[in-house]
């Protein structure tokens, strides 16, 4: 199995802010879902996504809870 390099930005998801928007690729890396599964809990409701141009975000505050790593202030 191959090993994934693991970004400085995954490594410091825990000391960013709330209001931080994360992309989908990062969402991906940092709980180990893939992109189809990401966007099928956008589809469900369970996610937002917010649409920048051309370009997907997805809020910190949002992964930390459906994650359940619970919400830092």
Request: aromatic share 6%; with cysteine.
């Amino acid at each position: 199995m191959p090993v994934k390099k693991v970004t400085s930005a995954v490594l410091n998801f825990d000391q960013a802010p709330n209001q931080s928007l994360i992309s989908v690729n990062m969402a991906c890396q940092l709980t180990g879902l893939s992109r189809s599964t990401i966007y099928r809990h956008v589809k469900s409701g369970q996610l937002s996504l917010i649409k920048l141009g051309g370009v997907s975000r997805l809020q910190a505050s949002e992964i930390r809870e459906f994650m359940g790593w619970g919400v830092q202030l």
